[in-house]
């Protein structure tokens, strides 16, 4: 079991949700005040440092017109991180490959991140979140096609060492790639990509790569999983599937002070909060299926499930929270429902969670869970077996 | 479905559905990004005086959607074919909003079996200022926001979707979908073809409603003055879809303009 610190690099200082329509896209950067923003990064990093130095992994990612995540260039903060750090792995999650005109160029920034972290990089990709369609002036039809034309064409661009290929698909093109640097791990750093689906999440499985979702909860991560298990099996790789090529993502916050676990807890609830999008930029047309969308125009879509209280986001399984106890209990009880993963992607600040919250939450669960996570799901640990099943045999 | 049946056709790996009914000379309708229309009150009223053929185009209605197909040149490309496998001639050539850009592509090809054109609210050109969309974003508006600009009553005319069924609503969402395929970049134009326009060597009306919100006169306008001898015809009181807010004014318009004098 490997625990990662994911921090969304929010910018808190937003003016009341009454007061814009949509927190993604279109909000203005005015709202944006650079020194503040600046001293923000200076914490994050030295957040991740210190998480690195209580033994944690680092995580982080990439978003686009939204204070929810002011890193729009995930391969630039990962070159920063690989030399402020030392030893802890370092998953960009993700490349966001369907809004990317340019896969060769992804290609080329992973491998010179791996350079310039001697080894340490991890490589994920995401579809993308539709709200960034727009901004990207990403077409929104086809988007699963092309984040798997390009993650084939970017792992082909990794491990071809022998002089230029040509790529000529349905939707990139590219004449002679040759790049240079390669990567430093061989015959390539470990791959990861987000999906929603099952049947996304086969496809991950039979290519092997580790499937990662976030924020599913009791309901649609147990579906995820079993979908990249099935994938896994059905591609031949074997009848177990071992728990480090699932990576769960959600929000934790966990002290030794029950009132001060609970208090954090709320602070990250924020991210939820003030997530205000309208259906426009939710749901872009060709983006979800057809099914879907027809879905959405009778009830409304909705991305993420709403957690308004820390107790409700506990029961839906996108929040561990309370005293170290607590959360191994509610862990433990999260893993058995989705049949078991091997990374837990720790969302550990948001919003308004100050500096001094954020590494006591780190360390509390570096020292007090950590330790017992790993004793209680080893990597040798194997993904899919229920306790109801097991029980029978 | 009124006066016109249902069919389908095949042209390469397209499998097109078309409605076709009516006589007289025969009209090509070619609809816009809302979706076919072949049931509304206006084809009736065309079938009474032409013989009437309205393809769904790929993606849209019950048309299948290959892979390759992306762009509306695609679809000029499908119908110069598909009216070359009907065998019409003296086609009175009428298309609407993405339909119009459609028609627009297809008689920049070729203009050998088209008589007339009426580009009715048509998209597909680019003649504002660099830093302006010259047709609004309807993809980043709310729907009730897009209908205001759409027609000029929109309580008229939106459809209340606790009233369509679950097939309606699948359509709907195919047809936006594939809409937003083929008009998403460049947003909703070519930007060869104000540069191909002056090819057009047949009869042209430019249709507006004076109430359209996403097709502004001045762009009709130019659409008009790109095409060699083109009419800009205003029609007052209504919005973006003539032939649906009055059938009957759009129907005069278009006969009167088939009958003109060349």
């Known amino acids: 079991m490997k625990i990662w610190h994911f921090s969304e690099t929010a910018y808190p200082f937003l003016p009341d949700p009454g007061g814009y329509e949509s927190v993604r896209v279109d909000l203005p950067n005015r709202y944006y005040d650079p020194e503040k923003g600046a001293a923000l990064f200076d914490r994050f990093i030295e957040e991740w440092r210190i998480a690195e130095a209580e033994g944690l992994e680092i995580m982080l990612n990439e978003h686009h017109q939204t204070p929810t995540c002011v890193d729009p260039a995930g391969p630039l903060l990962l070159t920063a991180l690989a030399r402020v750090t030392k030893t802890a792995r370092l998953l960009i999650l993700g490349n966001p490959v369907a809004n990317r005109r340019q896969p060769v160029r992804v290609a080329e920034e992973m491998a010179f991140a791996d350079i310039l972290s001697h080894g340490r990089i991890e490589i994920g990709f995401v579809r993308g979140v539709p709200y960034e369609i727009s901004p990207a002036n990403s077409n929104p039809v086809y988007t699963n096609e092309r984040q798997w034309e390009a993650i084939d064409l970017i792992l082909k661009a990794l491990t071809s060492h022998d002089g230029p290929f040509s790529h000529e698909g349905r939707f990139f093109h590219a004449r002679r790639v040759n790049i240079w640097p390669r990567p430093y791990q061989q015959p390539h750093p470990p791959i990861w990509v987000s999906t929603t689906s099952g049947d996304g999440a086969a496809r991950v499985g039979a290519r092997g790569y580790i499937q990662a979702t976030f924020l599913t909860g009791y309901g649609a991560t147990r579906p995820v999983f079993e979908g990249y298990r099935r994938g896994w099996r059905e591609a031949g790789r074997g009848q177990d599937v071992p728990i480090d090529r699932l990576a769960y993502a959600a929000f934790a916050f966990c002290s030794p002070d029950e009132a001060r676990a609970r208090e954090g807890a709320e602070k990250l609830l924020w991210h939820i909060a003030i997530n205000k999008i309208p259906a426009h930029y939710q749901n872009p047309p060709g983006y979800n299926t057809v099914e879907a969308s027809a879905r959405g125009v009778k009830r409304g879509l909705g991305r993420f499930p709403k957690a308004p209280t820390v107790d409700a986001a506990v029961e839906q399984g996108i929040m561990f929270a309370g005293t170290p106890a607590q959360v191994l209990e509610q862990f433990d009880k999260f893993y058995d429902a989705v049949g078991g993963f091997g990374h837990l992607l720790v969302a550990g600040q948001s919003g308004f969670l100050s500096h001094e919250d954020t590494v006591h939450g780190i360390r509390t669960m570096a020292r007090e869970v950590y330790p017992r996570l790993k004793e209680r799901y080893p990597g040798t640990a194997i993904s899919g077996q229920f306790r109801e099943a097991v029980a029978a045999q | ?262």
């Open chain 2, 1 to 262: 479905m009124g006066a016109l049946r249902r069919d389908t056709t095949k042209l390469g790996d397209v499998e097109l559905e078309l409605f076709e009914g009516g006589s007289g000379p025969s009209l090509l309708f070619l609809h816009g990004g809302g979706g076919p229309v072949a049931g509304a009150p206006f084809m009736d009223r065309l079938a009474a005086k032409f013989h009437v053929i309205a393809p769904s185009h790929p993606g849209f209605g019950g048309s299948n959607l290959p892979l390759w197909i992306d762009s509306i040149d695609d679809f000029a490309h499908i119908y110069l074919e598909l009216i070359r496998l009907l065998d019409l001639k003296n086609l009175l050539l009428v298309g609407h909003s993405i339909g119009g850009w459609t028609a627009a592509e297809m008689a920049t090809k070729t203009t050998d079996r088209i008589d007339r054109i009426v580009l009715a609210a048509p998209v597909g050109i680019k003649i504002g200022p660099v830093d302006r969309l010259d047709i609004p974003d309807i993809f980043a508006m709310p729907d009730a926001e897009v209908d205001r600009l759409r027609y000029a009553e929109p309580d008229k005319w939106r459809p209340d979707p606790t009233k369509l069924t679950d097939a309606d609503l699948l359509t709907a969402a195919r047809n936006r979908q594939t809409l937003a395929l083929v008009t998403w970049e460049p947003y909703m134009h070519n930007p060869k073809l104000k540069h191909r326009l002056y090819r057009i060597d047949r009869p042209t009306l430019v249709l507006r409603g004076a109430k359209d919100g996403l097709v502004s006169h001045d762009y009709a306008a130019a659409y008009a003055g790109l095409i060699s001898g083109a009419r800009l015809e205003t029609i007052p009181d209504i919005g973006h879809v003539p032939h649906i807010e009055h059938a009957e004014r759009f129907v005069e318009v278009v006969e009167r303009f088939a009958g003109g004098p060349r």
